[in-house]
């Protein structure tokens, strides 16, 4: 790997090839989705996945999240529940046992959900992630369970509890058993705030179905990231349900704001700064005026230097 396969953009891909001896690894650069920008990798992971040019909120995993939120080496990852796999002996183009495996060789997860505990400027919480890349980052059995048991903990270790959440919807290919799921994380709701601990939603895009006409609008703060999309159905199917043109940026996060949705709208590199004031806040905790930095704000500043 040379100065030109580093730091050179691939638009010149004629003179690449003339002085390139091996062939460049496809992983070097992404694309932006919203303005088209060709971003090197490292710049981009040093920005915690937000377009320099443009500002927009590419999606990022588990691993992502929670190296952008916790202290420095300081979490824990729950171990997921198993579940019965496949109990509908569902299919479709494809056997859903099979969708699973595609899934899981694909992300390395086993489901579409991740929970650590951790510590956030000392203050000890419990925050779990649900991607988009796992099967549209659908609820099913799996994502309850897990969802069920990081709330329990929450409640019995006293950690505030955070949600990133971004999905499709109920997962179809577990039918009625993926929709019992919804009433299931509800009561697990019920149970952080009979411990007093807080329950803090963060809005990623997308979320939409049944999960956010549930637990993804029930917390006690309502967070989301700039240009989100958010809501039940889609604007096509809205918009023939009501008979009228939809607002310009309906369902997006700015408009959800304005209507009062949703509280507040937080770039991603104030994200963690946020959620230390709003848990030390809502726990009653003082912030250190030592703040612990996380291995992602280390990143940062490295690359800022």
């Not at 920008?37 to 996945?49: Q, S, T, V, W």
């Amino acid at each position: 790997m040379n100065w030109l396969t580093n730091f050179v953009r691939p638009r010149i891909k004629g003179l690449m090839s003339a002085v390139q001896t091996n062939q460049t690894p496809d992983n070097l650069w992404r694309k932006c989705s919203a303005c088209g920008e060709m971003i090197f990798h490292r710049d981009l992971a040093a920005a915690l996945n937000v377009c320099p040019q443009c500002g927009h909120h590419l999606r990022i995993g588990p691993k992502e999240r929670f190296e952008a939120t916790f202290d420095a080496g300081s979490f824990e990852e729950l171990v997921t529940p198993e579940v019965p796999a496949d109990p509908l002996r569902f299919r479709d183009e494809k056997r859903y046992s099979d969708r699973l495996k595609d899934a899981r060789a694909k992300t390395g997860r086993i489901e579409a959900i991740a929970a650590a505990r951790g510590t956030i400027d000392a203050l000890p919480v419990m925050v779990a992630v649900q991607p988009f890349d796992f099967m549209g980052g659908s609820l099913g059995m799996g994502v309850g369970e897990a969802l069920i048991e990081a709330m329990r903990a929450a409640a019995e270790e006293g950690r505030p509890f955070i949600l990133f959440v971004a999905s499709g919807g109920a997962r179809m290919q577990e039918g009625v058993l993926s929709l019992m799921q919804l009433p299931r994380v509800t009561i697990a709701v019920d149970m952080l705030r009979e411990a007093g601990v807080p329950y803090i939603v963060v809005l990623t895009d997308p979320t939409t179905g049944g999960v956010s006409a549930s637990y993804g609008m029930l917390g006690d703060v309502h967070i989301a990231e700039p240009n989100a999309l958010i809501g039940f159905a889609g604007q096509r199917v809205t918009a023939n349900a009501v008979r009228e043109q939809l607002p310009e940026g309906y369902q997006r996060a700015e408009f959800l704001l304005e209507h009062g949705m949703i509280d507040m709208v937080v770039h991603r590199h104030k994200m963690r700064e946020t959620l230390s004031r709003l848990c030390h806040l809502l726990m009653k905790r003082p912030q250190p005026r030592t703040r612990l930095p996380s291995p992602a704000m280390i990143a940062r500043k490295q690359a800022a230097s």
